[in-house]
């Protein structure tokens, strides 16, 4: 089985490249279907989520070429609808396909995503905002039906600001006759991307990254071609790794605008961070030390994803670090693994209470989730002695190549088959 081997206790120096950002890609690839031509994708990550998309848009009847990290999809010779059970399961954004292909062909047919290792993660701002564009769904044993004989514009308001429900609601509204905004939108800088991807194929679309979005319909849509940003989890992941271990890291490509909340608690930590256009470098000397509590929250808030690595970040940092898990319900069981290795945590509901302990050994591991794993690396990193890392597949699912990017920064972890 494939596993990571962490020879922890290393202080961290070197220099590495941020990958295309998943939660960027994934979006854009379900709005390739849009357009009956070509859409040319730069800086798109290899990622095993990517590789299920890909998959899917096969299925389709896409046409796909790599080149380097340059994704070609030709999505002209699309002739079905329907995505098969197996490739929804693989991955929950596959559910964004929905919207893309209701705005191709008037209808869908495709599986509820279904929940996920993160506690329940239902879909109903999805279907409420697609039904209020005009389509008729119906949804029998986790099979989904969509058709819409003409999707209309209208004026949505989205209960939470779901990132997913927001992607899905912009994509069909490209095919809506009239205009469509979106209130309560998620303004995460993921919907800014999807936006300039869109733009780029001819989309009428304004207002992403604030809450209210407009997209007027049925432009006429031309060849795309776009360059993935950065993946912000990725950098967060790594300044964690910095932090965690000491010494001093640049990420090339790391935006200090996309990152604001996860840097305040690391320069209070302890950490000095410069930061330039071209990306930002973390140095830490001095012990680390714990921070005020750290909230997650929808964007511009702290992303839930990046509470996993920062909590190993903060695992040997001198006091007490509140953290307050407020996007997903079941958000710690990395926390059972983190505790194996000598970390001290407390869990009550969505609390978790770190208090810093002077060692951590390594140990055998087992990730729980994309992020949760990464998390555990993290850890192994600043932790006496060797880990393993065991189901590295969820890690794999959101980074290119975490060894090599560790390594490159100085850590000793190797990938065994
Ligand atoms: C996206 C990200 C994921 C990130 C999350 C929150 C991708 C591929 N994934 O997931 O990495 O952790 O945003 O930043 O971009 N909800 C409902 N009903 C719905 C939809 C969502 O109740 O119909 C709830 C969810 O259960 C969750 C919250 O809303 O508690 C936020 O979910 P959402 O923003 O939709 O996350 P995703 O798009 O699934």
Redesign the pocket.
Known sequence: MKQLLVSGGRRLHGEVHIQGA??SV??ILAATVLHDGISVLEGCPHLSDVETAVQILHELGAKTSWQGHTLTVDAAGLSRCAIPEALMRQM??SVIFLGALLARFGEAELFCPGGCELG???????LRALGELGTEISVEGGAIRARAKKLRGAELTLD??????T?NAILAATAAEGVTVIRNA?R?P?IVDLQRFLRSLGVRIRGGGSSSVTIEGLAALHEGHHRVMPDRIVAATYLAAGAACGGEIRLVGAEEKRLLTVLAPLRAAGCGIECDKEGITLRREAPLLAVPPIRTA??PGF???AQAVMMAALLKSRGTTVFVEN???NRYRHVDELTRMGADIRVEGRVAVVYGVEKLCGADLRCTDLRGGAALAVAALSAEGESALHEIHHIERGYEDLAGDLNALGAAVRRVI
């Open positions: 998943k939660n994934l979006p929950r954004s329940p993660r239902p879909i109903d701002l999805h939470i600001p779901s990132v997913g429900a992607e998620a995460e993921e929808v964007y992303p839930t994803d996007i997903f319900e």
